[in-house]
Each structure stands twice: as C-alpha cells, then as structure tokens.
C-alpha cells in the first residue's frame, strides 16, 4: 500500500538549522512531484516547497524562499527539506505529500513531523 514516512522533526533552537525526510513506498516515486506542507496550530495547512520528478524543478513559498531547500533521491525514493535560520512562526507540523503533476490535487499524504522552534 501507499506509504509517505516522514522523519526529521524536533525541538531546535531559534537560528538553528534541521533537516526532514520522507520516504515513500507503494507507489512509482520517480513520477510524482513532491511536496512539503505545513500546519501551524491555528492557521490553514500551508505549501511550502514542491519539486518535480525527473529534472528536479523547484518551487517555494514566500515564507521560506531563500531559507529552506527541497531536494529529493529518486535511488532512495526520499525527498528532503532542508530547514535553516528557523524562527518560532516555523513551529508547525510538517507534511510530505505527492502528486502527478503539478497544479494536481494532492494523491498521497504523510502523517507529518512536528517541529518545535523554541528557546
């Protein structure tokens, strides 16, 4: 069955820097663009980050452009965020997801990592 495992989150100190995985199974990984989402408490789920299957196009969110990087390892079928200069307004939990294509509903969600950015 479809799985999106995500792993990484934690409690790290303001400027600090922290990176998440998530590994997906079940599904062609290589033909599905991925994609970070987070939700803070209170506020609507947000995305973050996306890239594409094959070329490894990007795109990010005004929040977190020029902060955070996404990347991915079609050999390990594993897409990463990598988090840097956190503040406390990027506590939220972290989701992976993939779709199709993109601009495409989402067809796939993790259960998310929370992280915690807290003195």
């Known amino acids: 069955q479809v799985q999106l495992v995500e792993s990484g989150g934690g409690l790290v100190q303001p400027g600090g820097s922290l990176t998440l995985s998530c590994v997906g199974s079940?599904?062609?990984?290589?033909?599905?663009?991925m994609s970070w989402y987070r939700q803070a408490p209170g506020k609507e789920r947000e995305l973050i980050a996306s890239?594409?299957?094959?070329?490894?196009?990007?795109n990010y969110g005004d929040s977190v452009k020029g902060l955070f990087t996404v990347s991915r390892s079609n050999a390990n079928n594993t897409v990463y965020l990598q988090m840097n200069s956190l503040k406390p307004d990027d506590t939220a939990m972290y989701y992976c997801?993939?779709?199709?294509?993109?601009?495409?509903?989402?067809?796939?969600w993790g259960r998310g990592t929370l992280v915690t950015v807290s003195t």
């Open positions: 890239i594409s299957s094959v070329v490894g196009s990007t």
């Open positions: 997801s993939a779709r199709d294509s993109w601009g495409a509903p989402v067809n796939y």
């Open positions: 079940g599904f062609i990984f290589t033909t599905y663009v």
